[in-house]
C-alpha cells in the first residue's frame, strides 16, 4: 500500500481505458493523495472481437468510447459478467476503493472492496430531489436506452427521457428544449462533461444535473 496517506482508487470504466475525458474532470475535485488505477472492461480487444458484443434485439445495451474516443455499444449482458472478474482481481490486489464509471445498472455484481457504483449514487440523489412530484428530465446516449428509462423512471415521479450522445452525434442542445418543461435535468451518463452541462443548462434555461461531478462528490468524502 502507498504510503503517505495516498488512497489507491481504481476507477472502472466499460470501455477502454484510460478515460482522460472523465478523470481530467474528476481528479481535481477529488484533492491530493489519489492514485489512479484506471481499468476497461474493452481493454485488451481488437475492433473486431469488439464488434460481436454489439446487442441484438431487444439485448439491454450500453454505449461507452474507445481509446481513441469511437462511440461503441455493447451488450450489457456479457459486460455484468466481465466487471465481476475485474471485480475480484481488483479484491485481490488490495486497492482501496473502486469506483464504476457507468450509470448502468448491474445485478448481482458486487466486490469486498468498498465500491461506487455510479448508478446507485446518481439514482438515489435524484429520487430524492424529485419528491413533491418534481419532474425530472433525463437524457441518455441512446435512443434504445429512452424506453428503458420509461418504464423505470428515476424517482417517484415519471421522467421525461430523451436521447443525445456524449460521444458521437451532436443534438445536445435540441435533447435540452426536449426537456425544457422538467423542473430540472439529469445527465445520466457518465461522458457528458462540464462542458456539455453548461450547453443543457443553457438551452433548457432548466437546472442540471451532471452524472460525474454527482460521483466525484461521493468519492471526495470517502478518501
Known sequence: MPGNG?????????GQSPREDILTEMLP???????????????GMRRDEIAQLAP???ERRLCTRLR???EVVTTKAWT?????RIMDNLDADGVDLIVLLCTGYFEGLGSRTLMVEAQRVVDHMVSALAEGDRRVGVMVPLAAQTREFAKKGVGPT???VTHASPYAENRLAEAAVELADSDFI????????????????EASGRPVLLA????????????
Open 68 to 70: 481513441d474516443g469511437t
Open 80 to 84: 455484468r459478467d466481465h466487471l465481476q
Open 186 to 201: 439529469v445527465m445520466h451518463c457518465m461522458g457528458y462533461s462540464e462542458a456539455m452541462r453548461r450547453e443543457v443548462a
Open 29 to 43: 475535485l477529488l484533492g491530493p493523495g489519489v492514485e489512479a488505477i484506471e481499468i476497461g472492461a474493452l481493454d
Open 56 to 58: 441484438v434485439g431487444d
Open 212 to 223: 460525474r461531478r454527482i460521483v466525484a462528490d461521493a468519492v471526495a468524502q470517502l478518501l
Open 158 to 160: 415519471p421522467s421525461r
Open 6 to 14: 495516498t488512497k489507491r482508487v481504481a476507477f472502472v470504466t466499460v
